[in-house]
């Protein structure tokens, strides 16, 4: 089971921005295609973006796109989710964990962390 911890949520308001951090625990980045999900209160867990082991292949969901960027370090085995142009509908909590390359689906073999609490809010 991969684990990841994600950080960098918060509290801001429509239009502004947060970066995500996901730092992977005990394996590296290099052979695993690696996405964002997140959860809404009330709502089933949703894709949000997964990069590919290579980083060369990215996806999003169709509500993000062109707002948020996905991008990772192998180095520091973190995932970044820069997320822009915040609107109260991506408050959620947000996870990582492994995702089939090329789609935003999720490809199990994860332990899903606490997740970190985006919540946007004038």
């Known amino acids: 089971q991969l684990q990841f911890v994600e950080s960098g949520g918060g509290l801001v308001q429509p239009g502004g921005s947060l970066r995500l951090s996901c730092l992977a625990s005990?394996?590296?980045?290099?052979?695993?295609?690696i996405g964002w999900f997140r959860q809404a209160p009330g709502k089933e867990r949703e894709g949000v973006s997964c990069?590919?082991?290579?980083?060369?292949?990215?996806r999003y969901a169709d509500s993000v796109k062109g707002r948020f960027t996905i991008s990772k370090d192998n180095a520091k085995k973190t995932v970044y989710l820069q997320m822009n142009s915040l609107k109260p509908e991506d408050t959620a909590v947000y996870y990582c964990?492994?995702?089939?390359?090329?789609?935003?689906?999720?490809?199990?073999?994860?332990?899903w962390g606490q997740g970190t609490q985006v919540t946007v809010s004038s």
């Open positions: 005990g394996f590296t980045l290099d052979y695993v295609a």
């Open positions: 990069i590919s082991s290579s980083g060369g292949t990215i």
């Open positions: 964990a492994k995702c089939r390359a090329g789609t935003i689906s999720y490809a199990g073999f994860t332990s």
